[in-house]
């Protein structure tokens, strides 16, 4: 007989994947690199959203998006693995959206980055449309532009010293 253990909290919300969208870039960083320039919120760059973080980038940090003319979003980051991943959660109503970013090296000097957006719980039909429309148009182009912004400024950290 093997006993397992009660489902958590999240697992419990995770419960009905409504939506899940994924994409993989390499960027020609070190893995090193790719995860202290993701982690560094100062680098988010996805106009005109502006981002905020009450603290360091640790588990239970809190974070804002602010869009122009729509209440801000909240969110907070649920789980960190430095220098392999990291989770972000929001909650919407009865539902959750998560944003899972895992970073593995390819050679000494490329890293792939990937993103995975998941969509769950028991009213997250409701949103299924609209996180669709809001993430899948944009993902892949958004990713590679990160890809290329996070080598530009590994080149430019390695030129200056």
Request: glycine letters at 6%.
């Amino acid at each position: 007989m093997t006993v397992r253990p009660a489902p958590s909290r999240f697992d419990q919300k995770m419960s009905g994947i409504a939506l899940q969208l994924e994409h993989s870039v390499e960027a020609d960083v070190t893995a090193a690199f790719a995860w202290k320039y993701r982690t560094d919120i100062a680098n988010w760059n996805d106009p005109p959203a502006r981002f905020a973080l009450d603290g360091a980038f640790i588990a239970g940090a809190r974070g804002t998006t602010e869009l122009p003319g729509q209440q801000p979003l909240h969110w907070k980051v649920r789980e960190v693995q430095p220098p392999d991943s990291f989770v972000l959660e929001m909650e919407l109503d009865r539902a959750i959206l998560t944003f899972e970013w895992r970073f593995d090296a390819s050679s000494a000097q490329r890293t792939r980055m990937t993103q995975k957006i998941v969509l769950a719980g028991e009213n997250a039909a409701v949103y299924v449309e609209q996180i669709r429309a809001e993430f899948r148009p944009g993902l892949a182009d958004g990713m590679r532009r990160i890809a290329a912004d996070m080598a530009a400024a590994q080149r430019r950290s390695t030129s200056v010293g």
